[in-house]
């Protein structure tokens, strides 16, 4: 089945810039959406279709996505924005319509 | 406004089933499907299932086929997620989302089963 691999840990000081990617065969061919959770809540739908923001989500938050390697990009970075963050895809070609990468947390200094 | 709201806590013995369930308001439901998602303590997000809002059909991880079924009412906007043959690793918050094709763009506030002796 197809597999998507993230870091398990980024660190990231107040104000600076955190960059998280999931690396996945060919991913620049499917559309990547990533979750941000904190303990204790749900997932929550923080970036859709490689790059679109839902309403509700900070500026800060962007994606990108080419060849093997998707991009979560979060500018600005505050402490609230300390999570587990998850990427997955839709891919119908195999026993898994959703597959989820292993989840990265991210630590602010 | 969007909701999932899912059943309460579960305390299960191993061989039990356990069914979930997940009521949708504030869209037509069976204009999406839902999928369910799991996650064992301290670890991360599993999908379980996918089950069409509008006919019902499913589509289910291939390690638990056999052990699961997901149904819907649409009468009432509910999904439902039954897993059977309980054992310790089965122990997990259990999610449903939203989401037909792409992404799981609202989500269930989570229930927790504990398998346990």
């Known amino acids: 089945s197809y597999v998507l691999t993230q870091p398990p840990s980024v660190s990231v000081a107040p104000g600076k810039t955190a960059r998280i990617t999931c690396g996945g065969n060919?991913?620049?061919?499917?559309?990547v959406h990533w979750y941000q959770q904190k303990p204790g809540q749900a997932p929550v739908l923080v970036i859709y279709y490689d790059s679109d923001r839902p309403s509700g989500i900070p500026e800060r938050f962007s994606g990108s996505n080419s060849g093997n390697t998707a991009t979560l990009t979060i500018s600005r970075v505050e402490a609230g924005d300390e999570a587990d963050y998850y990427c997955q895809v839709w891919d119908n070609s195999n026993d898994h319509l959703v597959v989820f990468g292993g989840g990265t947390k991210l630590t602010v200094l | 406004q969007v909701q999932l709201v899912q059943s309460g806590v579960e305390v299960k013995k191993p061989g039990a089933s356990v069914k979930v369930s997940c009521k949708a308001s504030g869209y037509t439901f069976i204009n999406y499907g839902i999928s369910w998602v799991r996650q064992a303590p301290g670890q991360g997000l599993e999908w379980m299932g996918w089950?069409?809002?509008?006919?019902?059909?499913?589509y289910y991880a291939q390690k638990l086929q056999g052990r699961v079924t997901m149904t819907t009412d649409t009468s009432t906007s509910t999904a439902y997620m039954e897993l059977r043959s309980l054992r310790s690793d089965d122990t997990a918050v259990y999610y449903c989302a939203r989401g037909s094709s792409g992404e799981l763009d609202y989500w269930g506030q989570g229930t927790l089963v504990t398998v346990s002796s």
């Open positions: 089950i069409s809002g509008y006919n019902g059909n499913t």
């Open positions: 060919n991913i620049g061919g499917k559309s």
